[in-house]
């Protein structure tokens, strides 16, 4: 049995935030930030640094998401309840292409990550 809590990580696919062709962005709804008044947090992914940790983990699913955050170093992005963009990302995420305990599990979400980035690297 797997110990991730992924609460409801959204990952969009490129161009649905910021318009962005090379990257990922995980979005995670922290409900007990900013106070207690909710935040996003955004995690910026790119293709190399995913299958770097793949590799590194030998693509076991506990280890690729409890060490996926050590590959984005300040790479991360807030957006607090009560900002301009706050509510935009709510939407978006509502209806992201991709939330774990909605449409799949860590396995899934992790191979996802997986196609993506070979699929970049490969173009």
């Keep these: 049995m797997l110990s991730i809590i992924s609460g409801n990580d959204a990952v969009f696919l490129p161009g649905k935030i910021h318009g962005c062709e090379e990257q990922l962005y995980v979005i995670y709804l922290n409900e007990n930030a900013n106070d207690g008044n909710s935040s996003f947090e955004i995690e910026i992914l790119d293709a190399p640094r995913i299958l770097k940790c793949f590799s590194d983990v030998n693509g076991n699913v506990e280890d ?3 060490n996926l955050p050590d590959y984005y170093h300040g790479e991360w992005k807030y957006c607090n309840k009560g900002d301009s963009d706050f509510d935009e ?3 978006a995420y ?9 449409d799949g599990n860590p396995f899934e979400e992790m191979i996802f990550l997986v196609k993506w980035a070979i699929s970049k690297i490969t173009n």
């Design 89 to 91: 990302l709510y939407e």
């Design 64 to 66: 690729f998401f409890g």
């Design 94 to 102: 509502q209806n992201a292409d991709f939330i774990v305990g909605r």
